[in-house]
């Protein structure tokens, strides 16, 4: 009986184990969780980029040109990536429409949530915006 | 005076009287007394010559330190064997995904299995080990019971088991993927019942 008990618990422990790894190996380590949590502030930010864009379109009347800050749009987002200093990218593709990028580690594993006239490319990692209102 | 406060009594009286263990375990299962039963009692009891039976410290005491590792034991056992079944579905889901490729969220899932098991196996194992009895000694009750639920829970998830499998044939819905999982409950419930047989024995 003690040795089937054995059996028992080696299995399990063998069992516990092998599992550990392959998840480690399929999951990553710490590095992939601070990479996927980096992402996370960068997509926020372009989110919150977005509501800037889209605030400064109200005011001027038309898309602006580039990103500035302004006191009217409060809270004031981030302008440049805090992990790295690159500064998020911006681009006007149509009167009504506009895109900001930044530098992703893990695009395909960046988490969005469903926003309408927002839509995020992994490929990219630019977020497409468009204005509502325009 | 209890049926086994009598059966000790009769068994202690029998060896006093020079009675041979096996004349005595006959009279018993002939009274109706069950095999556990008779060998307990006449386990209770060590005959030296020149002394008149001497009572057996048959089952370890169970003292409020032995009450608590089981309790962790039972507590680990349960993490363990819930966590890794956790684990193995997730990876499931992610090497055979239902939709390809697998939701990236998926690998975010992995993360606290992971740390149960981390934290839990150990302890389980530590207090397998710690709660063993010492040599020529038996488990206290408590251990067995622990044993037993163990084992009926894990009995429970392997009924459910095959229930779910039954279902799915039939609705036709068997897939490979859910076959796999269902073997991995069936393997750690399996796991689960040998680990533990040890105790319900004892």
Do not use: N
């Not at chain 1, 594993?109 to 915006?129: H, I, K, N, Q, Y």
């Amino acid at each position: 009986m003690t040795d089937r008990a054995a059996i028992g618990r080696a299995g399990l422990a063998l069992l516990a184990l092998v599992l550990l790894a392959l998840a480690l190996w399929t999951g990553g380590g710490p590095a992939a969780g601070q990479r996927e949590a980096r992402d996370a502030t960068r997509i926020r930010d372009l989110q919150a980029l977005a509501d800037l864009v889209i605030c400064l379109a109200d005011e001027d009347g038309a898309l602006p040109e580039m990103l500035r800050l302004e006191p009217a749009c409060a809270p004031a987002p981030r302008l440049a990536d805090p992990h790295t200093g690159a500064d998020y990218g911006y681009d006007r593709l149509s009167a009504d429409s506009f895109r900001l990028c930044a530098g992703f580690e893990r695009p395909d594993t960046v988490a969005t949530w469903s926003r309408p006239a927002r839509r995020f490319d992994p490929e990219s990692g630019c977020l497409t915006v468009r204005h509502p209102d325009a | 005076m209890s049926r086994a406060a009598t059966l000790h009594e009769f068994t202690r009286d029998a060896l006093a009287a020079g009675a041979a263990p096996e004349a005595i375990a006959a009279a018993l299962h002939d009274a109706g007394w069950s095999e556990g039963e008779i060998g307990d009692a006449l386990e209770s009891w060590a005959v030296r010559p020149g002394l008149p039976p001497v009572p057996r410290r048959s089952r370890t005491a169970l003292t409020a330190g032995l009450a608590l590792v089981e309790g962790l034991h039972l507590v680990a056992l349960g993490m363990v064997a819930g966590h890794l079944i956790a684990l193995a579905f997730t990876l499931i889901a992610i090497w055979l995904p239902q939709v390809s490729p697998a939701p990236h969220w998926l690998a975010a899932q992995l993360r606290w299995p992971i740390a149960a098991l981390v934290v839990f196996l150990p302890l389980w194992l530590w207090s397998a080990r710690k709660a063993r009895p010492a040599p020529g000694q038996r488990r206290p009750a408590l251990s067995v019971w622990i044993g037993h639920l163990a084992v009926f829970c894990a009995m429970l998830a392997i009924l459910g088991d095959a229930l779910a499998v039954i279902y799915r044939f039939l609705a036709g819905d068997a897939t490979a993927v859910f076959l796999l999982k269902a073997l991995v409950v069936a393997v750690v419930a399996g796991l689960v019942i040998l680990a533990m047989e040890e105790r319900r024995r004892d």
